[in-house]
């Protein structure tokens, strides 16, 4: 699952905005570090407890069913090689509520669709400024484009000049080698 559909679903279950509002209504979600994708998955997941939590309570049961992490039992295997699996196990269960549940990848897509066209009023001046450069960009690359073909232009007439200067140069040359032989001819006679 990508960062930014993480972001959506996270936000969708927790009916916010920001990771400040997040931060603000979930306590257990408040020391992760929201610039990390595994921080996104842990508070997907607490969320989706949540949320499971709220539903059973209301008599509706959730689809997702996270495994157990796994534990070795022996004394060789190192904390080291246990983390990976732990890692693993999570983008797992997230990959798996994906897979479970279609509807909502769709309602997470319509969510983060929703989000964009009417964001929050922190990202609605970053996104005025993003698409003022965006339109800045595209009128300097329209001009561009027009330079460069005047510029072609401009040097396919200099060739064809080039050549007609060739032309005339070795017709001028050919003219004055015949003169200069004619010449010599009259000194001879």
Do not use: C
Request: proline share 4%.
């Amino acid at each position: 699952m990508k960062l930014s559909e993480l972001k959506a679903a996270v936000y969708r279950l927790a009916q916010v905005d920001t990771t400040k509002q997040l931060k603000a209504k979930y306590k257990d979600i408040k020391p992760l570090d929201m610039r990390r994708k595994a921080s996104w998955e842990k508070a997907l997941v607490q969320l989706q407890a949540v949320s499971k939590s709220e539903q059973s309570s209301a008599g509706k049961a959730l689809v997702v069913n996270l495994p157990a992490p796994q534990k070795s039992a022996s004394k060789k295997a190192s904390s080291k090689k246990s983390k990976p699996k732990k890692k693993k196990v999570r983008k797992s269960a997230a990959r798996e509520l994906v897979s479970q549940q279609p509807a909502d990848s769709v309602n997470v897509t319509e969510g983060f669709d929703a989000w964009v066209s009417n964001p929050p009023s922190d990202f609605a001046a970053l996104f005025a400024e993003a698409d003022e450069a965006l339109g800045a960009f595209d009128k300097k690359l329209a001009k561009t484009k027009k330079l460069t073909k005047t510029a072609i232009t401009m040097a396919h007439s200099l060739e064809e000049f080039a050549e007609a200067s060739l032309s005339e140069a070795e017709h001028l040359k050919d003219h004055m080698q015949r003169v200069q032989e004619r010449a010599k001819e009259a000194d001879l006679n």
